[in-house]
């Protein structure tokens, strides 16, 4: 199969003007030629030192790391462009924060971290992905999207058939299905009797390897070995912190919080803790509170259907992971509701007309008092071009902008990217440039963007893309933060 044509994005001058920056935001040091396996960064050859070492530290320091990235045969890299993971942390305590990585560009890289809680604390340095099968990465991304495909299946007079859809098939005798008002267009190879009106439901379909043997080898993610020791940190002195309320359109430093004994502790503003699903309830009280998007966010409408005992979720005879999605609470007098996003989706099967796009959600949405909206929008996404995901956020942005403007009291909460996808065709390198570009795509909005990647790549609990129930309700606590600032 051919490279895939790449869907035209909305023809305005100020779109046009945005993709092109996206883009280049986007942009990632490749491999200068095409390597073979043994010359790709290895963990395991590898190494990291402390720069400027001391025998104590104090709490609120920085602290920088020097990578050094080898191949196979234990050869220093000349050049940049590999993908790490890198944070301080003490298992005994529970505690965690990530720490940033900056590129030089020679084969060498500096990791920085800010020391926040007293005691012993390690340096942990994952090497995710290397240059070479970023390489690989950037190349599949583009043209082979079809790595995953989905399930149509039409039906009609009591007779069904299932073909193989698609953002596109090319070269495929297909039924084409063309939205105007957001531009996008989804194909399903055309049925061998039934028309394409019949059209009725959508599921996940099959995965295709469109990785070599030596392509899937070149994926290792596996942290780098090192001989330095835990550090001790003392405690900082006289410190007087005067923390701002969690309100709309904070930026997230780096680190944006830390855990410490499971909890965590924003740098953005002064989260609270709801340890008690009264307080849960009191601070959703007289709330609509709206989610869209994939099944990272339909664990936090889980997560508060099973720790408040008056938030009774209402059956719409739908199937689970899709939604949509109610639950009410007649004490408290508040709902919650979730509706997966239109396609691509991969999940079980449901109808087609189910699925909805965000933007328009959004735009049905009038001047209601106490409206919040939580969405997030990348995980299905990470198998196509950056265009196509593009397209996608500008319309989000748009009935955002659009819905604020009719309803300013309304409050807007994005979750962002998580980590934890660690396979070839969808992983935490592509998730890392989506989320970028959201942030950038977000950021002169008056919205809240709660730090799920950083929530889940400095815990301790086993890498998954839907976390350990103690990182979703950390990231639950921050989102009521933001919704009841104190």
């Not at 963990?43 to 990235?69: D, N, Q």
């Not at 942030?439 to 976390?467: E, G, N, Y």
């Not at 350990?468 to 009841?484: A, G, Y």
Request: overall charge negative.
């Amino acid at each position: 199969m051919g490279e895939w044509e790449i869907l035209n994005i909305p023809k305005t001058s100020q779109l046009d003007e945005e993709l092109h920056t996206l883009l280049k935001l986007t942009e990632w040091p490749l491999p200068p030629t095409r390597t073979t396996l043994e010359y790709s960064t290895h963990p395991k050859t590898s190494v990291f030192f402390l720069l400027y070492p001391r025998s104590t530290y104090i709490v609120g320091e920085k602290l920088e790391v020097l990578i050094i990235a080898k191949d196979h045969k234990g050869h220093a890299k000349s050049y940049g462009g590999d993908f790490f993971h890198a944070k301080l942390h003490s298992p005994s305590l529970k505690a965690g924060v990530s720490g940033s990585v900056i590129d030089n560009y020679n084969g060498s890289y500096t990791a920085s971290f800010i020391l926040q809680w007293p005691g012993e604390t390690m340096v942990s340095i994952k090497l995710m992905y290397s240059s070479e099968a970023i390489g690989i990465l950037h190349e599949k991304r583009a043209t082979r999207p079809d790595k995953l495909n989905f399930k149509g299946f039409f039906m009609k007079n009591g007779t069904e058939e299932v073909v193989e859809c698609n953002v596109d098939l090319p070269g495929e005798d297909v039924c084409e299905y063309y939205d105007e008002r957001y531009e996008e267009k989804w194909v399903c190879r055309r049925p061998k009797t039934l028309p394409c009106d019949a059209y009725r439901d959508h599921s996940s379909g099959e995965e295709r390897d469109v990785f070599s043997k030596e392509e899937h080898e070149a994926f290792i993610d596996q942290e780098i070995l090192t001989t330095v020791k835990a550090l001790h940190v003392l405690p900082q002195k006289d410190v007087i912190k005067v923390p701002q309320p969690c309100t709309p359109g904070l930026k997230n430093p780096n680190p944006s919080g830390f855990y410490y004994q499971d909890v965590w502790n924003s740098l953005v503003c002064s989260n609270q803790h709801f340890n008690s699903s009264e307080y849960m309830s009191r601070c959703l009280s007289e709330k609509m509170v709206y989610m869209f998007g994939d099944s990272t966010l339909r664990g936090w409408f889980e997560y508060l259907v099973r720790v408040v005992p008056t938030l009774e979720q209402i059956s719409l005879h739908v199937p689970l992971h899709p939604g949509p999605l109610l639950a009410t609470d007649a004490q408290y007098d508040y709902l919650v509701h979730f509706r997966a996003h239109q396609k691509p989706l991969r999940m079980e099967r449901t109808r087609v007309k189910e699925l909805h796009y965000i933007a328009s959600e959004l735009d049905g949405l009038g001047a209601r008092t106490g409206l919040v909206i939580v969405l997030t929008c990348w995980a299905h996404f990470s198998t196509y071009p950056l265009e196509l995901y593009i397209r996608r956020l500008w319309h989000i942005r748009e009935a955002v902008t659009q819905l604020l403007e009719r309803n300013p009291d309304a409050k807007i909460l994005i979750k962002s990217a998580n980590t934890g996808y660690n396979f070839a065709f969808v992983n935490d390198w592509l998730s890392y440039q989506m989320d970028t570009v959201m942030r950038a795509m977000f950021s002169k909005l008056p919205v809240t963007i709660v730090d799920a990647w950083q929530m889940t790549s400095c815990h301790h609990s086993p890498k998954d893309l839907h976390p350990d129930w103690v990182i979703i309700k950390n990231e639950v606590d921050l989102m009521l933060s933001f919704i009841c600032s104190r």
